[in-house]
């Protein structure tokens, strides 16, 4: 059995790849060539812990794995990490176990390149200028998905906490060597970006509609429950919807499911899954000026095709 670490996947994983191998999986989920029930989430509340357990498996990739995460916000009084992510692949015709790969690289790589495939579909071609805010674990890979598929100028980053925004203003520069602003808040960031990733912990939105220029593409891929959401209603119900899986979505992302409840937009108002635009069932961006929204809750397709793709390079290497 392969045994790798987050330092191992680090090594073997590049973001242009990694795109390639998520749109082929969205791809295959959108023809009926994968199994991916939707993902259990068991509470342990004794210790305020929740276990999130994603199987899938993707018939054109030859991909069978599961991802097990778990969440322990009270770790960090134990200096103890707070999310543990590991990634189980099998064999899919005998069941054998033939890896197991420390996930939480992984796991920003396949966020940050499902975010690479929606930009390529609903951003603008000449988008130049990224926003992200939130600089936090996922922003890195954010960021370098989203200057994969778009040639990006300038990026502006806002956090809330301002050691965090400079760590990753200087980490950015030094990575990427592009132009990277640390601004002071999220409006002096996101006014006049062609593109904004939203990547926080936040439970109420940080977007203001009236910051927004037309023709902006937003990928939000923070607010993970239904009670959280980073986009404020305006922006949900003048934005073409994209999102990685309906029913996904709608058990799951806040800021679909918050304007719903509210009456602001109806189910309807999602105008497509990310699979629908890979195989041109529908149209991405159709116009210079129209909003574009990506909302991701994250899908177990992108950790099997991803961990089936760095057990495919390793084996080549040994
Ligand atoms: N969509 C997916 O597939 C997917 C995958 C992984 C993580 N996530 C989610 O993405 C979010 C970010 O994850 P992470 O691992 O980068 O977390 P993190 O804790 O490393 O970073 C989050 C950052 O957001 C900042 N922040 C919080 N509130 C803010 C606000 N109001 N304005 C600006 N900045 C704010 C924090 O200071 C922190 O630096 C989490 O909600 C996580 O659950 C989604």
């Not at 890195?140 to 760590?167: C, F, G, H, P, S």
């Not at 934005?239 to 992302?253: G, N, Q, Y």
Request: net charge neutral.
């Amino acid at each position: 059995m392969i045994l790798l670490s987050d330092r191992d996947v680090e090594r073997i994983l590049d973001m242009k790849e990694c795109i390639e191998v998520v749109e082929e999986a969205f791809k295959n989920l959108g023809l009926g060539n994968a199994i991916m029930p939707l993902r259990t989430t068991m509470p342990i509340e004794e210790f305020n812990g929740v276990v999130l357990i994603m199987p899938s498996y993707i018939k054109g990739l030859n991909a069978l794995a599961t991802k097990i995460v778990t969440f322990y916000p009270d770790n960090a009084k134990l200096k103890l990490p707070i999310v543990n992510a590991y990634v189980i692949v099998n064999n899919p015709k005998t069941g054998v176990v033939e890896a197991i790969i420390e996930a939480n690289h992984l796991t920003a790589m396949r966020t940050g390149a499902v975010s690479g495939v929606a930009t390529k579909y609903l951003a603008r071609e000449d988008a130049d200028t990224l926003a992200i805010i939130g600089c936090g674990v996922q922003a890195r890979t954010q960021l370098w998905a989203v200057i994969t598929v778009r040639n990006i100028r300038e990026i502006r980053a806002y956090d809330i906490d301002r050691k965090r925004r400079e760590e990753f203003v200087r980490e950015a520069r030094e990575r990427f060597q592009l132009k990277v602003i640390s601004t002071e808040n999220v409006k002096e960031a996101i006014e006049g970006a062609d593109i904004i990733v939203t990547a926080t912990t936040s439970s109420t939105p940080v977007i203001n509609y009236e910051w927004i220029k037309p023709g902006t593409h937003i990928n939000a891929i923070g607010a993970f429950r239904p009670d959280m959401r980073e986009i404020d209603g305006k922006t949900v119900l003048n934005a073409k919807i994209v999102v990685d899986l309906r029913e996904a979505a709608l058990k799951e992302a806040g800021d679909i499911i918050i304007p719903i409840q509210e009456k602001l937009i109806s189910r309807d108002h999602i105008y497509a899954e990310l699979s629908e635009l890979i195989l041109r069932k529908k149209p991405g961006r159709v116009s210079e000026s129209e909003i574009t929204l990506f909302k991701s809750v994250g899908l177990a397709i992108q950790d099997s095709s991803v961990a089936n793709h760095i057990l495919n390079k390793v084996r080549k290497q040994l």
